[in-house]
């Protein structure tokens, strides 16, 4: 795929090394000094790298814009990433546009209406986390889907758990939740009915917010703070 990344700061550099690993053809825009040196030392090619302004037509054209697959909006600024959003969106029909959002009282202006299709809001996500942290003992949010509705969550199979030496099938799992994938130590176990619980086995599962609750009764201490 061919993605254009708009502001190659620690954001924006960290999406880029990773796409680049993916073998995806990426292009950097940035031009402010200190980021331009940060990308380069920490291993972007040269090649991935564009001197320039985002918000400009010129440079958005320069970088490949017109045969980009995804672009991304990182910059530290809201108004940046809104403007670079739109022009991708409704100039050049970018098929897909994500957006960071800096300051989470501007989430509601990262919308459909100003050309995002998804929207990444940080602080949001990291509040998330950190209350899902208070309130589920043995669960974790990794990652929000769906507008939020879903979750990809790792469950931490408690010592007391009443499910420890079932197998899946045995288990009464809510119907709102997938189970991915379980590990131990070095171990990666894609779940079945006949495969059995262990204390201390982390789970990887897709689960909406009643679900979460039902999957820390089932695998957690089976309280909730």
């Known amino acids: 795929m061919k993605i254009i990344i708009v502001g190659g700061g620690q954001v924006g550099g960290y999406i880029a090394n990773l796409l680049v690993k993916d073998h995806h053809s990426v292009t950097v825009i940035e031009n402010r000094d200190k980021a331009l040196q940060a990308l380069k030392k920490n291993g972007l090619p040269d090649e991935c790298i564009l001197t320039g302004d985002g918000t400009d037509a010129a440079t958005l054209e320069k970088a490949g814009i017109t045969r980009c697959n995804a672009l991304v909006c990182a910059t530290g600024l809201d108004e940046t990433n809104l403007t670079v959003a739109m022009m991708a969106k409704f100039e050049y029909d970018v098929p897909k546009v994500a957006a960071r959002v800096n300051n989470p009282n501007n989430a509601w202006l990262f919308n459909a209406g100003m050309g995002i299709d998804v929207k ?17 003992q043995s669960i974790m949010t990794l990652m929000r889907l769906s507008k939020g509705e879903y979750s990809i969550v790792r469950v931490r199979v408690d010592y007391q758990s009443s499910s420890v030496g079932k197998t899946v099938a045995e288990l009464s799992l809510p119907a ?15 779940p079945h009915g006949e495969t059995v619980i262990r204390a201390g086995q982390f789970i990887l599962a897709f689960a909406d917010e009643q679900a979460m609750e039902e999957l820390n009764r089932i695998f957690g201490s089976g309280t909730i703070e």
Do not use: C, K, P
């Open 176 to 190: 709102q939740s997938v189970l991915i994938a379980i590990y131990e130590e070095e171990a990666l176990i894609i």
């Open 120 to 136: 990444i809001n940080q602080a949001d996500i990291i509040g998330h986390m950190i209350a899902d942290e208070m309130n589920y």
